[in-house]
């Protein structure tokens, strides 16, 4: 079957070829509903990472619907809606051949242009290593759509007080939105007072760090109370070196530091699990975050506009155009 995907054909320069797959022993096809833009592949937008050469295939956040069926599948049939964690890229395209095994079904009123399960997967990781015990204060620093699907994770009754933190204030009332019952804005506010004044003096059981900012790693230390349970969470992933990490903090508190990245899942496709039950019992709603929306033909575009983020930019998905019948 012959279809159009975007590779990367050099550094910061993306074009649309054709390729011709069909589904082998075990795998399905899928029509792609939408694939998401993850700020990780700007490393290889921008030529720090590649892992095929050139031409390099893009796109790991994909969902679909199954179109066929290869030979030995057993769970899967033609109409089933699905996400997919498969990171061998190629999700910038109108279709994409995967395994079987990697696939969930996603419950019938649930939209697969909004159910992107893989960077969702990555937030139950950073859950499962976060460990929130009834009573907890939490804190979500950096309110990208990362730290936004932990707000919308966390929201409820278990929590003492769930405290979002950035600079943007249309952020953190999204934020409230979803289910913070505290946020403070970083930028003209003292964060530790707020944050003593929240808790009573008591501080914060555990903080996960989302801002992608290697300077504010330290800080990120000073919300965390003293003593056992103490917990630091990285949940972003970092491009510079964090020069000035003051490890005399975390002595003093008795704070873990857990880097919640995917090595650390014990099982990542039962994580990947998990997150497509959140997603299909509307724990996490995607559509809420995605604030812009790419044309597979403009995915040129699209790369330039995530390097280069406008004012209320959330999270981008890239979609097929619609196919003529000719």
């Known amino acids: 079957m012959r279809f159009k995907r975007a590779v990367l054909t050099k550094p910061e320069h993306m074009e649309i070829v054709e390729v011709d797959e069909e589904p082998g ?74 395994s079987e095994s990697k696939c969930i079904r996603l419950a019938e009123d649930i939209d697969p242009k909004y159910a992107m399960g893989e960077p969702q997967k990555c937030i139950i990781t950073v859950l499962r290593a976060t460990a929130p015990e009834a009573g ?34 249309s952020k953190l009332e999204f934020a409230k939105r979803y289910g913070a019952t505290h946020t403070i804005n970083s930028k003209i506010e003292n964060a530790v007072e707020r944050v003593r004044e929240i808790t009573g003096g008591h501080m914060a059981d555990f903080v996960i760090e989302g801002t992608g900012i290697p300077a504010l790693l330290d800080s990120a230390q000073d919300y965390l109370k003293t003593g056992r349970g103490s917990r630091l969470i990285l949940m972003s992933s970092h491009h510079d070196v964090c020069q000035g990490f003051d490890f005399r903090k975390a002595i003093e508190r008795g704070a873990q530091i857990i880097a919640a990245h995917p090595p650390y899942a014990e099982d ?33 575009n699209a790369f ?20 003529r019948i000719e």
């Open 268 to 300: 990542e496709f039962d994580d990947f699990r998990r997150a497509v039950a959140l997603i299909n019992n509307g724990t996490f709603d995607n559509r809420a975050l995605v604030t812009h929306e790419f044309k597979l033909s403009e995915i040129q």
């Open 136 to 169: 907890d204060y939490g804190i979500v620093q950096g309110c990208g759509p990362m730290g936004m699907w932990c707000v919308m994770a966390l929201a409820g009754r278990l929590l003492a007080g769930l405290i979002a933190i950035d600079v943007d204030d």
């Open 25 to 98: 022993e075990g795998q399905v096809m899928l029509k792609i509903a939408s694939c998401g833009m993850c700020n990780w592949e700007l490393g290889f937008w921008n030529g720090e990472l590649n892992y095929q050469g050139y031409p390099h295939k893009l796109g790991h956040e994909f969902a679909g619907t199954v179109v066929k069926v290869g030979p030995g599948c057993k769970k899967l049939k033609v109409g089933d809606k699905v996400s997919a964690l498969d990171r061998g890229f190629g999700g910038f395209a109108q279709y994409r051949v995967t």
């Open 304 to 323: 330039e506009t995530l390097a280069h983020k406008p004012t209320g930019f959330m999270k981008a998905i890239v979609v097929p155009d619609e196919e």
